[in-house]
C-alpha cells in the first residue's frame, strides 16, 4: 500500500535520480492505494519526454486502477516544474476525473 509519500519519494529517488535522460513513470493503484503496476512508459531526451493521455488511460483502464501517480526526473538537477509539467498535470487530473481515477500530485 502506497501510505508513505516520503517513503515512496526515497524509492523514486534512488531508482530515477541518475537517469542521464528524462523518465515519466506512472504508478497505478487501486482503491486501497495499493500499487497495481509501477511502469515506466516513456523514456525522452536530456530535458523532456513525450506523454500521451490516451496511453495513460488506457493503461489505467486494462489495469483496472482508480488512482495514478505519474513521476519524472529532470536529468538536468532542475526539479522545477516546466510549463508543459503543469499543463500535463491539469490534463490527467480532467482525464482522470472523467474516468473516476484520482490523480496523486506529488
Known amino acids: 500500500m502506497v501510505s508513505n509519500w516520503d517513503a515512496l519519494g526515497d524509492y523514486l529517488t534512488a531508482a530515477m535520480a ?16 495499493m500499487l497495481l503496476a509501477n511502469e515506466a512508459l516513456w523514456q525522452g531526451s536530456v530535458d523532456e ?5 490516451r496511453e495513460v488511460k488506457a493503461r489505467a483502464i486494462a489495469l483496472g486502477a482508480t488512482a495514478l501517480i505519474i513521476v ?23 482525464a482522470g476525473r472523467h474516468m ?6 506529488t
Open 100 to 105: 473516476k481515477a484520482t490523480v496523486h500530485d
Open 49 to 53: 519526454a513525450s506523454v500521451h493521455i
Open 18 to 33: 541518475h537517469k542521464r535522460v528524462e523518465e515519466v513513470r506512472i504508478l497505478f493503484l487501486n482503491a486501497k492505494n
Open 72 to 94: 519524472h526526473n529532470h536529468p538536468s538537477g532542475d526539479a522545477t516544474p516546466s510549463q508543459q509539467d503543469i499543463r500535463l498535470t491539469r490534463d490527467l487530473v480532467e
